[in-house]
C-alpha cells in the first residue's frame, strides 16, 4: 500500500495502527483504504472519509470541535466536519494512539501564485472571522489574545541561545556561519517588532471582542480548498483564539515568501478581506509590527537546532540561504507597507 509513498509520508503513515476492528466506533462500513500524505482516504458506504493520527489532548481537539460548531452555527459552513464515532465522540483511542476520522472535501488546493485564488481565500478568511466573532473556550494555551509581545521576548530568548549552541560548536558548519553573521540583523528587527506593537492600540484592540477571533493560524495554501470558486478550510490542528491581523499576518507571510514579497499581493488580501471585514488602522498598525517579525529565519533556525523536522542538512542550508537572501526585498516590502498603511 505504501510503495509510492514519500519517505516523509511513509515514516508518518506506518505509525497508523489499520486494524480492521477500529472501525467499529463508526456507523460507516470500510470499503476500501487509500494513503494521501500522512492520512488515509475511508472509502465507504456513506461517502469518502480521511483517517487522521493526531498529536493532540483531549482538550485541544474539544476546542477545534467546539470552535468549528460555533462557527457553522453562525452560517458558515465551508470548513471541514469531525465524524463522530459512536459514543458521540470527534476522535478514539487504539493502542494509545489518537485518531479523528473527517468527511473528506473534494476540491482543489489553492494556488497563491494564482492571484484569482489569493481573492477568493482572502474574501472567505473576512467570512470565517466574522463567523468565529464571540468565540469563547477556556485553554491557556489556545487563547493567545494579547500574549503576541511576551512571545515574542520569549522567542529572541530562544534565538539567542541558538547563537550561544552556534558559537561553541569548534567545528561551525555553513549554516552556523550565516546565522551567526545575520543575528544582530534579525535580533533589532524583533526589537523593532516589540517596540511597534507596545507603542500601538495592542492591547486595546485586544478588549475589543469584534476583534478577536478563532485563528486558524496555519493558512498554508494546502489548508484552504477551493470548490466551485469557494475556499473551504481544513487541518486546524494549530488554531488559537486571538485578533483577526494574528490570521492575516500567517496568510500574508504564506503570499509573500511565494513571490519575493510584492506589495501588491499584500494589497490585494486586504482589499479583498476588508470588503467582508472591516479592519481599522489600529489593526493594520499592529499587523506591521507582527510582518516585521522574521518567522520563518526563526522557524528554520529553531527547527534546525532542535532537530524537529526530518530535513537533511543541504535542505536546512538551503532553506536559510534563500530565505536570506531576501533581506532587501523584505525591508523595501515592509517601508511601502508603512508608507501605504500606517
Not at 31 to 53: A, H, Q, S, W, Y
Not at 102 to 115: H, K, Q, T, V
Not at 245 to 264: M, S
Not at 304 to 329: G, S, V
Request: glycine content about 2%.
Amino acid at each position: 500500500m505504501l510503495e509510492n509513498i514519500k519517505f516523509k509520508d511513509k515514516k508518518a503513515l506506518v505509525q497508523y495502527d489499520l486494524d480492521i476492528d477500529i472501525f467499529n466506533n463508526f456507523t460507516f462500513l470500510v470499503e476500501d483504504i487509500i494513503p494521501v500524505r500522512k492520512v488515509f482516504i475511508l472509502v465507504t458506504n456513506e461517502g469518502n472519509k480521511i483517517l487522521k493520527k493526531i498529536d493532540l489532548t483531549v482538550d485541544d481537539i474539544n476546542f477545534i470541535y467546539s470552535g468549528l460548531e460555533y462557527i457553522r452555527k453562525n452560517f458558515f459552513h465551508r470548513v471541514f466536519s469531525f465524524v463522530l464515532n459512536k459514543e458521540g465522540k470527534p476522535y478514539f483511542t487504539w493502542n494509545d494512539k489518537t485518531y479523528c476520522v473527517m468527511d473528506l472535501i473534494n476540491a482543489r488546493e489553492s494556488e497563491y501564485s494564482n492571484p484569482l485564488d489569493i481573492e477568493t481565500c482572502s474574501k472567505s478568511i473576512g467570512e470565517l472571522h466574522k463567523a468565529s466573532e464571540g468565540f469563547k473556550y477556556k485553554s491557556p494555551t489556545r487563547f493567545q489574545c494579547g500574549k503576541t509581545i511576551n512571545n515574542f521576548k520569549r522567542k529572541l530568548q530562544e534565538l539567542e541561545l541558538f547563537k550561544n549552541l552556534a558559537e561553541i560548536n569548534e567545528e561551525k558548519s555553513e549554516f552556523d556561519k550565516i546565522f551567526i553573521d545575520g543575528f544582530e540583523y534579525y535580533k533589532n528587527q524583533i526589537l523593532k517588532s516589540i517596540n511597534i506593537i507596545e507603542k500601538s492600540s495592542y492591547y486595546k484592540l485586544c478588549s475589543e471582542e469584534d476583534k478577536i477571533v478563532l485563528c486558524h493560524h496555519d493558512l498554508a495554501h494546502h489548508n484552504i480548498l477551493i470548490k466551485e470558486d469557494e475556499a473551504y478550510f481544513v487541518d486546524f490542528d494549530y488554531s488559537v483564539i486571538d485578533l483577526k491581523v494574528h490570521d492575516l499576518c500567517n496568510f500574508i507571510n504564506k503570499i509573500e515568501k511565494t513571490c519575493a514579497y510584492d506589495i501588491d499581493k499584500t494589497i490585494m488580501v486586504l482589499n479583498n478581506y476588508s470588503i467582508i471585514n472591516s479592519i481599522n488602522k489600529q489593526e493594520l498598525e499592529v499587523l506591521y509590527g507582527l510582518l516585521i517579525f522574521p518567522q520563518d529565519i526563526f522557524n528554520i533556525v529553531k527547527a534546525y537546532y532542535t532537530r524537529t523536522k526530518d530535513w537533511n542538512y543541504e535542505l536546512f542550508l538551503e532553506k536559510l540561504i534563500k530565505k536570506n537572501n531576501f533581506k532587501e526585498d523584505r525591508e523595501e516590502y515592509l517601508k511601502i507597507y508603512k508608507e501605504i498603511y500606517c
